[in-house]
């Protein structure tokens, strides 16, 4: 099968044939339909915040049909569409039972090192990015990666449940928990931050603040629930959302994965407010609150993965989806081919994707 493999990081995907062993125990083999690119891919390319052994399959936001499974797998079947996502859980590990399978830290779904590599080239190992390597033509990975979608929801869309929305949508019902009738401003409108914007209009926000430095991402923000913008690039952030909701917001999100942001978001915050980073940001980076800070109450929260238990809550999306209440239509700019994918990374680098880039099969 051709997959995108990156050799070196920093380094570029190149597409070469890899070869799939069949699924063991526990594991299913995908034909993949479609995948997501997201910021989290980049990164990875780069080394930064994200740091991976090479040689890998890059590729994290898919959904695909399954065409094989091993002994012992009871939660997928052959035919059954599927979306894959990051967050494997192993069940019985403290987080797992503790709801928190987001941050299982077992490796029981990983092969033994004596086992032969579920992918190789030329006769190496090749890793997955994460698991999932998804773009690649096949995906060979754990029952514990992957849940059964409803197909009316088109998995050139459902794919994005497995990170970008999943994500987004997460951070602000399930990290943040996004109140009826509070005010958000959200930092970053690519794939993640449009998500956290329809996640505080799913919660009932009544006011959310979009944040970006492109005219053309704060319209699309609009359409999928902001009620007011702010362009950073002509305007001071904070001053602006402070403008907009004098005090400061209830909820802020961060979603770029920057430092300076992730201290406008703070500084955005009202009092008794919460502010949730959701972008990846650089081990090393330091940050600065002030007592005026401390006494005004103020949380600070990490979102992984929208504090998932994605086994339950795709399949609630793919129903929000249905019902017309979550937009996955709206996202999507562009539907590309796998040989594309360099081309749409600079983009997505170069702050040029509006909502998600989505490779297909
Ligand atoms: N926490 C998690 O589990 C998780 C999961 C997925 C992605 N992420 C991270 O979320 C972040 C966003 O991912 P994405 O795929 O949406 O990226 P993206 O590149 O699609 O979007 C980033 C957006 O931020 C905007 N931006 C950049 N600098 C800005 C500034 N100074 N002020 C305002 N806006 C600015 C860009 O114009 C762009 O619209 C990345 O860091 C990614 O790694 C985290
Ligand atoms: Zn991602
Ligand atoms: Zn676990």
Redesign the pocket.
């Known amino acids: 099968m051709r997959a995108a493999v990156v050799d070196t990081v920093p380094g570029e995907p190149r597409v070469r044939d890899v070869d799939v062993d069949e699924p063991g125990i526990g594991e299913v083999r995908v034909r993949t339909v479609a995948s997501g690119v997201?910021?989290?891919d980049l990164?990875a390319l780069h080394g930064h915040?994200v740091v991976f052994p090479t040689p890998f399959v890059l590729g994290h936001e898919p959904a695909g049909i399954v065409e094989a499974v091993g002994p012992g797998v009871k939660n997928v079947g052959v035919g059954d569409a599927v979306v894959a996502c990051l967050s494997v859980y192993c069940g019985h590990c403290a987080n797992c039972l503790t709801g928190k399978s987001y941050r299982c830290f077992t490796d029981d779904y990983a092969r033994a090192p004596e086992a032969p590599p579920r992918l190789c080239a030329a006769g190496d190992a090749v890793h997955q990015f994460v698991g999932l390597g998804s773009f690649a033509e096949t995906m060979l990975v754990s029952q514990h990666n992957l849940v059964a979608v409803d197909p009316a929801v088109p998995l050139s869309r459902a794919c994005l449940l497995g990170?970008?929305v999943l994500?987004g949508v997460g951070a602000a019902l399930n990290t943040a928990q996004v109140t009826a009738g509070s005010t958000v401003a959200v930092?970053?409108?690519?794939?993640?931050?449009l998500s956290v914007i329809q996640g505080a209009r799913l919660a009932y926000a009544r006011r959310i603040l979009a944040?970006?430095?492109?005219d053309a991402?704060l319209d699309l923000a609009r359409r999928c629930g902001a009620t007011d913008v702010v362009n950073?690039r002509t305007d001071d952030?904070v001053a602006a959302v402070q403008a907009l909701v004098p005090g400061g917001v209830d909820f802020a999100f961060e979603?770029?994965?920057?430092p300076?942001?992730v201290q406008q978001a703070l500084a955005m915050t009202g009092f008794g407010g919460v502010m949730t980073v959701?972008?990846?940001v650089d081990h090393a980076a330091e940050f600065a609150f002030t007592g005026a800070d401390l006494l005004m109450g103020k949380t600070i929260k990490?979102?992984?993965?929208?504090s998932n238990r994605f086994a339950a809550d795709i399949p609630a999306l793919v129903e929000h989806a249905l019902a017309g209440r979550l937009d996955l239509d709206v996202m999507v700019s562009a539907e590309q081919s796998l040989d594309d994918l360099p081309a749409v990374l600079d983009q997505?680098e170069a702050?040029q994707?509006l909502g998600?880039a989505v490779i297909t099969f």
Not at 302 to 306: I, N, P, T, Y
């Open positions: 997201c910021h989290s990164h915040g990170c970008g994500t930092v970053g409108c690519g794939g993640v931050g944040v970006d430095l492109d991402k950073a952030a979603a770029i994965g920057a300076a942001t959701v972008g990846i990490q979102s992984l993965m929208g997505l702050g994707v998600r």
